[in-house]
Nanobody, 120 residues
Framework: VKLVESGGGLVQPGGSVRLSCAASMLDIEYYSMGWFRQAPGKEREGIICINTRGISTYYLDSVKGRFTMSRDAAKDTVYLQMNDLKPEDTALYYC??????????????WGQGTQVTVSS
């Protein structure tokens, strides 16, 4: 199983970016997928998960109303749309997968991450 994130970069405060996570050797139709992030000097934190039915569960209150997650089973890809970005959103963003129809199980597969830096 391989998860590859992309779409990160430098963005100004208030801007938007969409991250992608492409899965190989894994049919995401049968996996719940999550996004996590880790800022320098801080622990990794969960952001959001999407189950096999396309229902999202937020782990992080501070992103509600700004971040949304979606999935495209035909492309085995999930996305994280991030709007109204703030400097405190700066972090390395990871996607993860678990072979469970619902969010909440321990993730078994992780990507390498893509850096998002929010700065003017």
């Amino acid at each position: 199983v391989k998860l590859v994130e992309s779409g990160g970069g430098l963005v100004q405060p208030g801007g938007s970016v969409r991250l992608s996570c492409a899965a190989s050797m894994l049919d995401i139709e049968y996996y719940s997928m999550g996004w996590f992030r880790q800022a320098p000097g801080k622990e990794r934190e969960g952001i959001i998960c999407i189950n096999t039915r396309g229902i999202s569960t937020y782990y992080l209150d501070s992103v509600k109303g700004r971040f949304t997650m979606s999935r495209d089973a035909a492309k085995d890809t999930v996305y994280l749309q991030m709007n109204d970005l703030k400097p405190e959103d700066t972090a390395l963003y990871y996607c993860a997968a678990v072979g469970d129809p619902d969010c909440g199980a321990e993730y078994t597969d992780w990507g390498q991450g893509t850096q998002v830096t929010v700065s003017s």
